[in-house]
């Protein structure tokens, strides 16, 4: 019986051992930020964006519907075939805060090229 049980203990910690390794590399899921962006100054929201990698920024327009949208501190956390984008948004302190924004229809994306440049946009503080 004894080395039936050793194989049993040998195998829980085996499995013991992929599931935490597994846990290890699988990062946990994390709400994005919401940043109503009329209530905070520019350099806020860009910092929160440097901060954080990305955020959802929300402010209203003037007809008074919602405009949101996911905003990105690098043009590398836009997956494909999205590029980043310059756009802006209203700040507390501006009418035009320089962000950047992942457009899935703004770049000419070819399946077969692998080698497709895509512009490095950054913010920086």
């Not at 930020?33 to 964006?49: H, P, V």
């Not at 405009?67 to 494909?80: F, H, N, Q, T």
């Not at 692998?114 to 950054?122: E, H, M």
Request: charged content about 25%; hydrophobic content about 40%; aromatic content about 4%.
């Amino acid at each position: 019986m004894k080395p039936k049980s050793r194989i049993t203990q040998s195998m829980f910690l085996s499995a013991a051992a992929m599931v935490a390794l597994l846990s290890a590399t699988v990062s946990p899921a994390s709400a994005i930020s919401r940043i109503e962006t009329t209530k905070n100054n520019c350099g806020d929201i860009r910092a929160a964006l440097i901060h954080e990698g990305e955020a959802i920024l929300r402010h209203t327009s003037k007809r008074g519907l919602p405009i949101y949208d996911r905003y990105v501190s690098s043009s590398l956390m836009c997956e494909r075939p999205s590029i980043g984008v310059w756009a802006s948004v209203p700040a507390r302190d501006t009418n035009s805060c320089r962000v950047i924004r992942c457009d899935p229809t703004a770049a000419d994306y070819d399946e077969d090229s692998l080698f497709k440049t895509r512009p490095l946009l950054r913010l920086r503080p």
